[in-house]
Nanobody, 118 residues
Framework: QVKLVESGGGLVQAGESLRLSCVAS????????MAWFRQAPGKERQFVAG???????TFYADSTKGRFTISKDNAKNVVLEMISVQPVDTAVYYC????????????WGQGTQVTCSS
C-alpha cells in the first residue's frame, strides 16, 4: 500500500521558519516528482514546490520561490524548508507523487496544517 505521510506542521509567528517532512513508502518512486501542494480555506489546492526523485531537478511556484526549499534527504524522505513564513502561507500542506510536466499527481498524503499568525 502506497503511503505518503506528512509531518512538521504547526503554529508559527510571522517571520519564523518551519520544516515539513514527507515519508513515502509502499513502492519505488523512480521517475516520479515528489511535490508539496497547499490548500487554504476557501481556495483551490495550489502547487508549492517539487523535486525529481533523483533530486537533480526542483520546481517552485512563484509565490514560494526564494523562501521555500524542497529537497530529498534520503531515499524516501522529502523535506520542505520554509523560511520567513507569512500569514498568507497558512494552509493545509499536502505531499504528492506524480508527473510534474503532465501535472498528474497519482498519490497524495493526508496533509499537515500550517498556521502563521501575524
Amino acid at each position: 500500500q502506497v503511503k505518503l505521510v506528512e509531518s512538521g506542521g504547526g503554529l508559527v509567528q510571522a517571520g519564523e521558519s518551519l520544516r515539513l517532512s514527507c515519508v513515502a513508502s509502499g513502492r519505488t518512486f523512480n521517475g516520479y516528482t515528489m511535490a508539496w501542494f497547499r490548500q487554504a480555506p476557501g481556495k483551490e489546492r495550489q502547487f508549492v514546490a517539487g523535486v525529481s526523485w533523483n533530486g537533480n531537478d526542483t520546481f517552485y511556484a512563484d509565490s514560494t520561490k526564494g523562501r521555500f526549499t524542497i529537497s530529498k534527504d534520503n531515499a524516501k524522505n522529502v523535506v520542505l524548508e520554509m523560511i520567513s513564513v507569512q500569514p498568507v502561507d497558512t494552509a493545509v500542506y499536502y505531499c504528492a507523487a506524480g508527473d510534474y510536466y503532465r501535472d498528474e499527481w497519482k498519490y497524495w498524503g493526508q496533509g499537515t496544517q500550517v498556521t502563521c499568525s501575524s
